[in-house]
């Protein structure tokens, strides 16, 4: 009778952790959709979930032009997903606010019956070195390192699944939203590689790729190389807690 208490206990114990460590794990990553407009596009959203953070945007899927984007922080409570909002192109006025819905994991599939909205998995996470979100906390010019405090309510801030990566600038405080772009991304010998899929402030630089050298130091990312516009950078990243 002891043993088979045992083992029902330890059985127990195992599909707690295995419950525990799915939830944990099954949001992380990059999703897709696709939607039709009104005026017949066919759009493409892309979300992206880091621990702690999140970001959803909605682009053309075949021209890159943008359309909109929101996020900010989230946490999930079994079924129920709650966000606050920090950027919101579409309602700016939503930026501080909270809000709740339920989400469906199956498989590879996300829902959320509330919105009527399902999206395919695109990675969990991997094989990025560079997956999770980061602040710009920094830039080196003239060889003298220039930061930045990362309290304040102007951010810039980037989220990277394994695949994905998505750059926003915008202020808590103000509700200010500055720009933003995204696309794919690769990590290879050193090099960090952005595919350009869409870019808020400049529609034509969507199918436009640059190569940047980038290198973890004490934590921080740092991302040297020439912007969209062709100019000399060098960034440096901190992870946001």
Same mark, same amino acid.
């Given at each position: ?11 127990? &114990? ?23 407009? #009104? ?51 579409? #309602? ?40 999770? +979100? ?22 810039t801030m980037k989220i990277l699944s394994g695949t994905r990566f998505q750059w926003i600038a ?15 991304y690769t990590t290879i010998d050193g090099k960090y590689t952005e595919n350009i899929e869409f ?10 790729? &640059?190569?940047?050298?980038? +290198? ?14 062709? #100019? ?10």
């Amino acid at each position: 009778m002891l043993m088979l208490l045992s083992k029902q206990i330890f059985f127990f &114990l195992i599909v707690v952790c295995l419950t525990i460590g799915a939830e944990a794990q099954s949001l992380i990553g990059a999703w897709e959709t696709t939607t039709t407009s #009104d005026s017949g596009v066919k759009l493409k959203n892309i979300v992206i979930f880091s621990e702690g953070f999140q970001v959803s945007t909605w682009f053309h899927a075949e021209t890159g032009k943008f359309v909109k984007t929101n996020g900010g922080s989230w946490s999930l409570e079994g079924q129920m997903i709650t966000e606050t909002v920090e950027f919101d192109t579409e #309602d700016p006025e939503r930026v501080g606010s909270t809000v709740s819905f339920k989400v469906e994991v199956n498989e590879n599939v996300l829902r959320a019956p509330e919105y009527s909205m399902e999206w395919t998995l695109i990675d969990a996470g991997g094989p990025g070195e560079l997956q999770g +979100a980061w602040l710009m906390s920094g830039r080196v010019r003239d060889g003298k390192t220039q930061t930045r405090d990362l309290n304040r309510p102007r951010k810039t801030m980037k989220i990277l699944s394994g695949t994905r990566f998505q750059w926003i600038a915008y202020n808590t405080e103000t509700k200010k939203f500055s720009g933003t772009g995204g696309g794919t991304y690769t990590t290879i010998d050193g090099k960090y590689t952005e595919n350009i899929e869409f870019f808020s402030r400049d529609d034509t630089k969507a199918g436009l790729s &640059l190569e940047f050298d980038y +290198a973890l130091e004490d934590g921080k990312w740092n991302h040297k190389g020439f912007s969209s516009k062709g #100019d000399p950078m060098h960034e440096i990243w901190s992870r946001r807690d």
